[in-house]
């Protein structure tokens, strides 16, 4: 028996295709692809016949991540979501509220492969790569769940999206569709621990979303300590990515750099990371803006770091500054809920809950 498609996975043009090999007209497409983006199955689209959707359903699967758990934040109002997907696999995704509008943190795999040392995303390694379909599930769901219009998304949740590289970027293509959900390139912003070949993809497409780059030290041999892909692409291979990525497109990137008490915190990492980033990305000729986003680290037990103290934040934010480089501190949304992503899918893993 042939393998069913996922419908949520397939581009206007291959829905297209699809329903004309059923003998379905093609303008069919556009009238399931909108409703299709809105959540609705195919038995409870009301513009399309019975028949129609009995030919769909012998070819093409339809699957909504379910919510399995659902955490509020009394503070914010932040929502974290615990998603089951089709497989009993689970992910997380973050509802954020800002005053310019909703944005949604997703996932990109099951689990990471990549292993740095301050995520509990991590820990237990990569089970598998999200679909396209599971990818834009993630945001219908929460859209349909919270009753909200999703205008931006974050990819910094479970794994690492360009390890993901063909799902992500039909994904992208997906979200922005005019007839789908419809969210502008420049409201997406996809976070990588530093993939150098998969940056220079991206740059080739010319997508005009945010790019940041999970930096978190400026020399090998710390980096390499706490983010295992830096032996792979060190530091001096990633800038020079990043330097490329932005002469294609023009586009600032934005450095994360996670503060972990006693690692990376001092005075002089803040003035050698402000020192390589000058040196790697600006030249006389070429003034690339640079934007350092200092993110307090999520203590996980299973890590042992700390979070860096209030008065080392703000010392380390002041030296960036002192060196021309513009940074800003994290506000930490949903405190109260544990946002940051891996820990509640753990903690149902643990309670038998799930694969």
Do not use: W
Request: glycine fraction near 8%; aromatic fraction near 4%.
């Amino acid at each position: 028996m042939k393998e069913k498609r996922e419908l949520l996975s397939l581009d206007k043009e291959e829905l297209e295709a699809l329903l004309l090999s059923l003998g379905e007209p093609r303008y069919r497409a556009g009238q399931i692809f909108s409703q299709l983006h809105r959540g609705l199955s195919p038995a409870e689209m009301t513009n399309i016949g019975n028949k129609t959707r009995e030919r769909l359903a012998e070819v093409v699967d339809f699957h909504l991540p379910q919510v399995c758990r659902k955490l509020v934040s009394a503070i914010d109002g932040t929502v974290k979501y615990l998603f089951t997907l089709a497989d009993g696999n689970a992910v997380e995704s973050v509802l954020m509220h800002y005053e310019h509008g909703t944005t949604i943190c997703i996932s990109s795999q099951v689990g990471c492969a990549m292993g740095c040392k301050f995520c509990a995303s991590t820990i237990g390694g990569r089970v598998r790569n999200l679909t396209a379909g599971e990818l834009v599930g993630q945001v219908i769901a929460a859209a349909r769940d919270s009753g909200e219009r999703i205008g931006g998304i974050v990819m910094m949740g479970i794994g690492e999206p360009l390890d993901n590289f063909d799902n992500v970027v039909k994904f992208l293509r997906l979200v922005n569709h005019p007839e789908g959900l419809n969210i502008g390139y420049r409201h997406i912003s996809l976070s990588t621990c530093g993939l150098v070949d998969k940056i220079d993809e991206l740059a080739a497409l010319s997508l005009p979303i945010t790019l940041s780059i999970s930096l978190h030290a400026a020399d090998d041999e710390t980096r390499s300590a706490i983010m295992p892909i830096n032996r792979r692409y060190n530091v001096a291979a990633l800038l020079a990515a990043c330097r490329r990525y932005y002469a294609v497109t023009g586009r600032r990137i934005s450095f994360e750099y996670t503060l972990i008490a006693g690692k990376n915190d001092s005075a002089a990492a803040a003035k050698n990371l402000a020192l390589v980033l000058n040196r790697a990305l600006r030249t006389r000729s070429d003034t690339m803006p640079i934007h350092v986003n200092l993110i307090p680290v999520n203590e996980v037990a299973e890590t042992g770091f700390r979070r860096a103290s209030a008065q080392a934040i703000s010392r380390f934010a002041a030296v960036l500054e002192e060196n021309g480089i513009r940074a800003t501190v994290r506000r930490r949304l949903g405190s109260d809920i544990n946002a940051s992503c891996g820990q509640l899918r753990r903690a149902a893993q643990g309670e038998g809950e799930m694969q």
